[in-house]
């Protein structure tokens, strides 16, 4: 690639976002430069490093917060000061506790609304209700079904939200903040869209439990982004949102030599029983793709047998 994209560009800045988001909502500059390059497919050759990394650094600035020249979107913040402000000491050792592997260097923090900018970008949701469209491309008659269905979501967030809202009175642009980051979460949940995208087409449906409702199938990283996992699909399993969830807690796993579901004790007396010892579901003529030693780790260190 030849050309990089300018701190200025906006879509630039929402990946920069995205990947802050993926590693928990705090993050270092030089943690966040390979997920950028993987997210976008920019590729860096040694003799444009140091330009790629000025410009990471110059879009961080341009997002962060205010400085003495008006500039700055204030969608993240430094939890430890900047410029002569800043105290270094707190801030190396935050770094020496979270993020040991990386040299001392600024600490970004995304704000809220930093959060609030990017589920408006992911989701696409216009502040009109009839207007609300949550994917972007696809055929017409295709889009206006999950229009329809993204509209049926918006009703039940919505009567949801009027019961939960602190104040009695129902206030409309409560209600609307509140919608953007509960849908905001959705969306974070379900994975990265390109990573998702990749599992739907390879697997079609949950590979626990056979669903096959696109909707309620989110992308789930057998070892997590923030720990080193990647966003390749031998680093994925399709699945359920709330085999999603029962994963990430340990409480299911997947035996990496039968290829076999392993439920754990503490659901038998649930209705997730059933799945113990079940294949996955993948086509006769499809191989797991999932890395088996990523597999090995989770049975071994997070499932609780």
Known sequence: MNDFPTYTDEKFQLALLKAIVDVGGTAVADELRPMIEEQLSIAVSPKQINRWKSIVSWTLIEVGPKNNKGRGKEW???????????????????INLHKSQYKPQQVWRILEKGR???????????????????????SSSNGAQKRDNIRELHGIIREALKNTLKDDSFNER????????????????????EFRSK??????????????????LEAAHILPYSEGGTNRPSNGLLLR???????????????HDSEKVCVSSILMNTVYADLDKKPLFTAEDQDLIADKESLTTHFRLVFIP
Request: proline share 3%; charged share 20%.
């Open 241 to 255: 949102a709330d085999i999603h969830t029962l994963f990430d807690l340990g409480l299911i796993s997947i035996n």
């Open 76 to 94: 993240l913040e430094c939890p430890f000061g900047t410029g002569d402000k800043q105290s270094t000491q707190e801030r190396n050792a935050w």
């Open 174 to 193: 409560e209600y609307n903040e509140a919608r953007l980051y509960a849908i905001g979460l959705i969306l974070q949940r379900r994975g990265q869209p």
């Open 116 to 138: 609030e900018q990017l589920t408006r970008s992911l989701s696409g949701i216009s502040e009109t209700p009839s207007q609300l469209s949550i994917w972007s491309g696809g």
């Open 199 to 216: 599992l739907l087409k390879l697997y079609k449906r949950c590979l626990v439990t056979g669903c096959d409702a696109e909707e309620a």
